[in-house]
């Protein structure tokens, strides 16, 4: 009995960081060293399009925060949908950006968490701009 209740206490030790790892993940900082300081206000459009700096520290952070759902490299596994669809120019800056800013929450689940406050300005639009060079019609 005592072996059984042992595997148990086990059970739940090891469970923990699974249940966490598909929860509430920590985002991960992004270095935006090179790239125009946005201030607080947000952008209507992407100021970064087609800058090679941008796509680049975009791919990274890209990797880091949302490959996990979004599938590495833009390619979608299902879980969530696939980024190289997304609208390329001001409308789908504008769909991008809700979306980061605020995530999608569907019928009281997360979905998406919201990414404002935890990744800069700097850091989303750089992402959109990797998102947006990888795009497919
Ligand atoms: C925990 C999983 C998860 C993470 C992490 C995540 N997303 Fe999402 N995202 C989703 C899901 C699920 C949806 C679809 C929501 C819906 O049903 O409308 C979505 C929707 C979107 C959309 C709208 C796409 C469309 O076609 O409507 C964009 C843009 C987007 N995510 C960008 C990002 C970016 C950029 C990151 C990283 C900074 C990110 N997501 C991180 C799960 C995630």
Redesign the pocket.
């Known amino acids: 009995m005592l072996a059984g209740g042992a595997l148990v206490a086990l059970g739940l030790v090891l469970s923990a960081p699974a249940v966490r790892a598909h929860g509430d ?1 920590q985002p991960q900082p992004v270095d935006t060293t090179g790239l125009d300081a946005l201030g607080d206000d947000w952008r209507g459009e992407n100021p970064y399009r087609g800058n090679p700096k941008a796509i680049a520290i975009g791919d990274s ?2 990797n880091q ?2 490959a ?3 599938g590495l490299q833009l390619i979608s596994g299902g ?3 696939d ?1 190289r ?2 609208d390329k120019g001001q409308e789908g800056d504008t ?2 950006q809700e ?2 800013r605020h995530g ?1 929450i ?1 019928n009281g689940v997360t ?3 919201a ?1 404002e406050g935890t ?1 800069s300005q700097e850091a ?1 639009w750089a ?2 701009s990797y ?1 947006e060079s990888k795009h497919e019609d």
């Open positions: 993940v952070g890209y925060n949302c996990r759902c979004h879980l969530a949908p980024l669809y997304l769909w991008f979306r980061v999608a569907i979905k998406m968490p990414f990744l989303l992402i959109r998102i």
